[in-house]
């Protein structure tokens, strides 16, 4: 595998380090699998971090919320496609996987509202209100307590790719 190249002009280059692929029926056939999957990753991609215990904890953590993401797919058929790189202190995962236009169409509101002081206002009234959470609760979690960068590229099909940078080694100091 090659160096990864991220689009924007600019961009540090991220060296790749893991990728599972599986077939999003096998995937949402049972909820520990988001478990199992990201407990592997993140076990995987640590052991050379300054902390490998408390890195791969958070790891898990940030990749386990995401995972549950694509295990609410509504589409029946695909693949699901998990890939890590690395660029110094920031992992970042790429996650691709089906969906209907009704949900890219709400993961791209939702990822567009993370920034700024009113992601942390809303994020802090979903988990301490009286109102049940907002299904964008974890992509807010990951903005706010994990300092994450996220977006959405384009994936072939009707899929979606959700790329998330996580600055853990700070949050680590």
Not at 43 to 52: L, T
Not at 67 to 93: N, Q
Request: glycine share 4%; proline share 3%; aromatic share 8%.
């Amino acid at each position: 595998m090659g160096t990864v190249h991220h689009h924007l002009a600019g961009e540090p280059t991220f060296a790749p380090m893991i990728q599972i692929d599986m077939e999003i029926k096998a995937f949402v056939s049972a909820w520990k699998l988001c478990d199992y999957v990201s407990t592997y990753m993140a076990r995987m991609i640590s052991q050379n971090r300054s902390d490998s215990v408390h890195h791969s904890n958070l790891f898990s953590a940030a990749l386990n919320e995401l995972l549950e993401v694509a295990f609410r797919t509504r589409h029946a058929d695909g693949e699901l496609a998990c890939k890590v790189s690395r660029h110094g202190g920031t992992d970042r995962i790429e996650l691709t996987f089906p969906c209907v236009p009704e949900e890219r169409q709400f993961y791209e509101e939702a990822v567009s509202q993370l920034a700024g002081k009113e992601a942390t206002e809303r994020y802090l009234n979903s988990v301490s209100g009286d109102l049940a959470p907002s299904r964008d609760v974890v992509l807010l979690e990951l903005a706010v307590d994990y300092n994450a960068t996220l977006w959405i590229e384009e994936a072939e099909g009707d899929a979606i790719k959700l790329v998330v940078d996580l600055p853990l080694e700070s949050l680590q100091n």
